[in-house]
T-cell receptor
Framework: DSGVTQTPKHLITATGQRVTLRCSPR?????VYWYQQSLDQGLQFLIQ???????AKGNILERFSAQQFPDLHSELNLSSLELGDSALYFC????????????????FGPGTRLTVL | AQKITQTQPGMFVQEKEAVTLDCTYD???????LFWYKQPSSGEMIFLIY??????QNATEGRYSLNFQKARKSANLVISASQLGDSAMYFC????????????FGPGTSLSVIP
């Protein structure tokens, strides 16, 4: 158990809908990362938050947004869902944003499997 | 731009034998970190081992060791004494040490351990 929790574990929804994925980082970790893993695209970095602020953006669609709350949990919002958004969405956390640690080991949650029908 | 290449989509190894999973990377950064993650069929991502670009010695963690050849830009994972529970997808990844703003993953290698 990595200490990172993600809910829900599975989510089935229809095209055009909106969903929210939730992540709670390990105790003491300030950084939260979101990744999307699909069969054709592999594991793709979406976005990072550090202590409530957006730190880095990757291949995140405009239909997707995220935020990190004062208690450090994070939510990933996916809207106008398409069939191609079906994937496993991971949240990961680490202690630092970078630069201050010797390395930035990320601990992954169990993932949320999203199926868009 | 950073890039990770894993040229072995699938590998088989006999139980108790050693296996090497290949990883090459491309970066213009001088300071970076290299990681290996394991993803069993259950889906979770498990951190295995880390190597810093300035670390002089190859990293080891139990049965896992990282064969780091900086000049060749390779960071191969060696698993000794393979066990059936080692059957999984293995991902090589890297991040810049200056900011560690994201981790770039390779496409992965599927390892199957045969009894």
């Amino acid at each position: 158990d990595s200490g990172v929790t993600q809910t829900p574990k599975h989510l089935i929804t229809a095209t055009g809908q909106r969903v929210t994925l939730r992540c709670s980082p390990r105790s003491g970790d300030l950084s939260v990362y979101w990744y999307q893993q699909s069969l054709d695209q592999g594991l793709q970095f979406l976005i990072q938050y550090y202590n409530g602020e957006e730190r880095a953006k990757g291949n995140i669609l405009e239909r997707f947004s995220a935020q990190q709350f004062p208690d450090l949990h994070s939510e990933l919002n996916l809207s106008s869902l398409e069939l191609g958004d079906s994937a496993l969405y991971f949240c990961a956390s680490s202690v630092a944003a970078g630069g201050t640690s010797s390395y930035n080991e990320q601990f992954f949650g169990p993932g949320t499997r999203l199926t868009v029908l | 731009a950073q890039k990770i290449t894993q040229t072995q989509p699938g590998m088989f190894v006999q139980e108790k034998e050693a296996v090497t999973l290949d990883c090459t990377y491309d970066t213009s950064d001088q300071s970076y970190g290299l990681f290996w993650y394991k993803q069993p069929s259950s889906g979770e991502m498990i951190f295995l081992i880390y190597q810093g670009s300035y670390d002089e010695q190859n990293a080891t963690e139990g049965r896992y060791s990282l064969n780091f050849q900086k000049a060749r830009k390779s960071a191969n994972l060696v698993i000794s004494a393979s066990q059936l529970g080692d059957s999984a997808m293995y991902f090589c990844a890297m991040s810049r040490k200056t900011s560690y703003d994201k981790v770039i993953f390779g496409p992965g290698t599927s390892l199957s351990v045969i009894p």
